[in-house]
């Protein structure tokens, strides 16, 4: 990682509950299953505090956005492919078998579970329980096998941004309704959505919020964040499929 780059404290709340503008854009891809809404506390926030770019340069990424400041990049590559190949039943065919790795939902992700995909994703990948504490909680995100699942990322294609002295590495998860982890620290990063949104909060360094490191993204949300002053609200933003937030 590169000195002087950035440090943000962010959560992140997933949903695959498909807003209908982007089942008209991008299709589920299998994902939503019947009866699976999200829990009531992840209604849609349209508020956004973070600029959105179509069309940036790298020079100006670098200048004004890289050491300072999130921008989600739009329209800046074409996934169409990936998103096709990341349906239900093409990854369930191609990675039913494989071993994933889950972590807990809270702060340190202590707790890790192997088992196969296909099991995770037919008896585990539901809605949030938004009384569930964080380290009762396991989805699939970040624990990837890259050689096993090698044949499934050579069809993405990342940002055409990148940082001197940084060297990148995917990690590719799936996780249901209303679910996240609290508060961590992040360096230089991106997160493309594929299908489903993702509802990011974050805060300067300087700046410590109010949280527990094991209750869920989906109690904070819940239970601190409605009471927070403007003043005190973290920059946020929800993104759609094909978005890119770095």
Same mark, same amino acid.
């Given at each position: 990682?590169?000195?002087?780059?950035?440090?943000?404290?962010?959560?992140?709340?997933?949903?695959?509950?498909?807003?209908?503008?982007?089942?008209?854009?991008?299709?589920?891809?299998?994902?939503?299953?019947?009866?699976?809404?999200?829990?009531?506390?992840?209604?849609?926030?349209?508020?956004?505090?973070?600029?959105?770019?179509?069309?940036?340069?790298?020079?100006?990424? =670098?200048?004004?956005?890289?050491?300072?400041?999130? =921008?989600?990049?739009?329209?800046?590559?074409?996934?169409?492919?990936?998103?096709?190949?990341?349906?239900?039943?093409?990854?369930?065919?191609?990675?039913?078998?494989?071993?994933?790795? !889950?972590?807990?939902?809270?702060?340190?992700?202590?707790?890790?579970?192997?088992?196969?995909?296909?099991?995770?994703?037919?008896?585990?990948?539901?809605?949030?329980?938004?009384?569930?504490? *964080?380290?009762?909680?396991?989805?699939?995100?970040?624990?990837?096998?890259?050689?096993?699942?090698?044949?499934?990322?050579?069809?993405?294609?990342?940002?055409?941004?990148? !940082? !001197?002295?940084?060297?990148?590495?995917?990690?590719?998860?799936?996780?249901?309704?209303?679910? *996240?982890?609290?508060?961590?620290?992040?360096?230089?990063?991106?997160?493309?959505?594929?299908?489903?949104?993702?509802?990011?909060?974050?805060?300067?360094?300087?700046?410590?919020?109010?949280?527990?490191?094991?209750?869920?993204?989906?109690?904070?949300?819940?239970?601190?964040?409605?009471?927070?002053?403007?003043?005190?609200?973290?920059?946020?933003?929800?993104?759609?499929?094909?978005?890119?937030?770095?």
């Amino acid at each position: 990682m590169a000195l002087g780059v950035r440090l943000l404290l962010l959560l992140a709340l997933w949903t695959l509950a498909v807003p209908a503008r982007s089942l008209r854009e991008a299709g589920d891809g299998g994902w939503r299953r019947p009866g699976q809404g999200a829990p009531a506390a992840v209604a849609e926030e349209e508020r956004c505090t973070v600029e959105r770019r179509a069309d940036l340069s790298y020079a100006e990424f =670098v200048q004004r956005y890289a050491f300072s400041r999130p =921008v989600i990049l739009q329209g800046l590559t074409d996934n169409s492919r990936f998103r096709d190949l990341c349906s239900r039943q093409r990854l369930l065919a191609l990675f039913g078998d494989s071993v994933v790795r !889950l972590s807990t939902a809270n702060t340190y992700s202590y707790q890790k579970v192997d088992l196969p995909f296909q099991e995770y994703v037919e008896q585990m990948l539901h809605p949030q329980d938004p009384f569930s504490m *964080g380290n009762d909680t396991l989805y699939f995100f970040g624990d990837n096998n890259f050689t096993e699942w090698a044949s499934l990322f050579r069809h993405y294609s990342p940002p055409p941004f990148s !940082l !001197l002295g940084t060297i990148p590495a995917y990690s590719f998860g799936i996780a249901g309704a209303g679910s *996240g982890v609290p508060f961590h620290w992040h360096g230089p990063g991106f997160s493309e959505v594929i299908y489903g949104r993702k509802r990011w909060f974050l805060y300067p360094p300087a700046k410590t919020p109010e949280f527990h490191p094991n209750k869920t993204t989906l109690a904070w949300l819940r239970d601190t964040y409605p009471a927070l002053a403007l003043s005190a609200r973290p920059l946020e933003c929800t993104i759609h499929a094909g978005a890119v937030f770095p």
